[in-house]
């Protein structure tokens, strides 16, 4: 008779790691959506800041892409199937699509609420993957949040 394991191939619990996958399914859902928000936002923008704002958003969105890539490896490494459908990445997002927009204030403003969405639920995520013993996950979220906090107050400076 087989024993059957609790631990996942990493050495974690099965049942904390599920949950730690949906929440990063949840998270890679985001950034899926808040990629092609800046996308749009690099590629549509217009005025007086076209310049500036068209190079920060291509900085901005290469950023993002890089950590869609690492979070659903992390899913993968976890023993999960990362989400791969734009269906999927807008049904499961906090976020929403931005449609049509031009303005560079208003792209940035959308850009701060988008990086407000991922920080608060990366915090979230730190406490779950540091309750379940993951300090990969833990290090990965606490990396991308100092990162995006960083962005937050320069996007935030730009505005005022």
Do not use: C
């Not at 024993?3 to 899926?32: F, H, M, P, V």
């Not at 927009?101 to 915090?123: M, N, P, T």
Request: cysteine-free.
């Amino acid at each position: 008779m087989a024993r059957q394991t609790t631990t996942n191939a990493i050495g974690l619990d099965k049942a904390k790691s599920e949950k730690l996958i949906s929440s990063l399914n949840d998270l890679l859902a985001a950034y899926q959506v808040i990629y092609m928000n800046t996308r749009g936002f690099h590629w549509n923008v217009k005025g007086p800041q076209f310049f500036e704002l068209h190079l920060k958003f291509e900085e901005l969105y290469n950023a993002h892409l890089l950590k869609v890539d690492e979070v659903a490896e992390r899913i993968l490494t976890l023993g999960g199937v990362p989400i791969h459908t734009f269906s999927d990445a807008v049904k499961l997002s906090g976020v929403k699509e931005s449609r049509g927009i031009s303005d560079g204030q208003k792209a940035v403003k959308i850009s701060l609420e988008g990086l407000s969405w991922l920080i608060s639920h990366q915090r979230d995520l730190q406490k779950m993957a540091q309750d379940a013993g993951d300090e990969g996950t833990a290090a990965l979220m606490g990396d991308y949040i100092r990162e995006q906090e960083k962005l937050v107050w320069m996007y935030s400076a730009y505005l005022n």
